[in-house]
């Protein structure tokens, strides 16, 4: 598939069918996402592949909690018919942990340590557009606490637990959201 | 260009010819920027694209000043070689920056705000894989401080720069880096 057309294509899919991901499927992902660049080419990044159904239902219930505080934190109303049935229905959840350490020169400057996390995020970018063209649709969802997912995923407590990327066909046609003008978010100087 | 192909490709440039990025190849690298995921759709990406011989010397200079401070903290010996003619000789340098406001849930989480960060990435990323599909050879640039930058491009103190992206023809074959084995850095569960 075209780059330019997977870029537009792509959508955040919160309904998934059971079909599992084939395995060479998933190792292009993979791959895809560790060709990202990343500060001093340390590619900060590891992936857990959880297809486990107790694991994602861990999942599920610590993201449920997260929820309910967020909802009383946020007052947003709206927050309260958000359900996550993705976190358990779809067949694979690709966990993304960064490593704080294999973040290049900005461990020493003002505004501390987080060139890594940027690359991680380039990761995610490019599993989800193989993801796309391989026809897997995906969810970068991030509402959860990392203290609990570490506990789940077995993740040391000095890594980053970043994204569970959501994977799997799609159940139904993926909205199209649009986007605003990026010329009026432009300046030329 | 295949989006695979592309993810695989593109590579860091730092050596441009002066020729100038044509409007329409800009304009569809901004584009795709704008497609990236963020939190609710809050798109918190803005662009600055820098042609003007001033400003790309009044970057550069912040950037030697940010490595001179660097060198020192880091005691990193090979920095001192590392030479930053790229944010001049770039024909543009596309900064972007992040809004905080605009980060979603997270601004409620334990760990604070930083997805907006996050699809900033990603919205690079998908900028760096049009360029390559274009024939425009880029740079992911961080290496600055946060508020010289803020200064010399005008943006306000609220506002992130996380990026400066040197953009134009390559000079030269660009270096394959390689990747670690992803496999060895995957766990199923």
């Known amino acids: ?8 294509e792509r959508r955040s899919c919160r309904r ?3 079909d599992p991901i084939g395995e060479e499927t998933l190792r292009q992902m993979l791959e895809a996402a560790a060709w990202a660049p990343s500060p001093l080419n340390s590619q900060p990044w590891e992936f857990v592949v959880v297809t486990n159904a107790a694991k994602k239902a861990e999942q599920r219930s610590a993201a449920e909690a997260c929820h309910q505080w967020a909802l009383k934190e946020s007052g947003w109303k709206w927050l309260s018919g958000y359900r996550m ?3 358990t229905e779809a067949p694979a ?4 942990v960064g490593d704080p350490k294999k973040t290049g020169v900005d461990m020493f400057q003002q505004e501390g340590t987080v ?3 940027h690359a991680c995020a380039a990761a995610i970018q490019n599993l989800m557009l193989a993801g796309h063209a391989l026809g897997v ?3 970068w969802f991030t509402f959860f606490d990392k203290p ?8 040391s407590a000095e890594k980053t637990p970043l994204a569970l990327v959501c994977a799997g066909k799609a159940a139904e046609a993926v909205a199209d959201v ?8 432009t300046r030329y100087i």
């Open 115 to 117: 060139a890594y996390q």
């Open 85 to 87: 049935d993705f976190l």
């Open 137 to 139: 649709a995906t969810l």
């Open 1 to 8: 598939m075209d780059v330019l057309q997977a870029i537009r």
């Open 93 to 96: 959840i690709i966990a993304v």
């Open 16 to 18: 998934f069918l059971p």
């Open 178 to 185: 649009p986007r605003k003008d990026v010329h009026a978010k």
């Open 148 to 155: 609990a997912v570490r506990e789940i995923l077995e993740v």
